[in-house]
């Protein structure tokens, strides 16, 4: 079974997908079609634990997210991940740095890539990797989220 519930956030209204047993999936608003296909809207123990974690995190409460989490993707995708959540809240590391860090010093245009397809957004958090000149690089939630994301941890 999947589950589905939704959130009112700081940058608009979130849903966060769950299989059995871990968050599957976080989605920012009008992403997540694909995430409802077969899904059950329902607020589960699990979900209601990821939306009271998410509220902490928007309050500068929380700096670490404490959830079972499930990404699908392939084995690479995997290693960026964990590699990301390795970075300390309020800090930014280069696609550089985390293919460096996954000892594929090269693979900085596949370390983009496997970025844009973290299904757990804020909670793996991609927003916390920029480009090599400083400057913020993509993110599925728009350029504006990420600037947000980057700022509220600064701010904390």
Known sequence: MRYIYYYDTDIGRIS???NESA???LYFPGYEDKALAGAIVMETEL???AGRQLKEYFSG?????DLPLEPAGTPFQQRVWKALKDIPYGEVRTYKDI????GDPKAC???GMA???NPIAIIIPCHRVIGSNGKLIGYGGGLHIKQYLLELEKGN
Do not use: P, S
């Open 99 to 102: 293919a460096t860090a996954i």
């Open 61 to 65: 409460t929380r700096k670490a997210f």
């Open 16 to 18: 966060i997908a769950q």
């Open 109 to 111: 245009r596949a370390v």
């Open 23 to 25: 968050i599957t999936g």
């Open 115 to 117: 970025n844009n397809k």
């Open 47 to 49: 979900l209601r634990q």
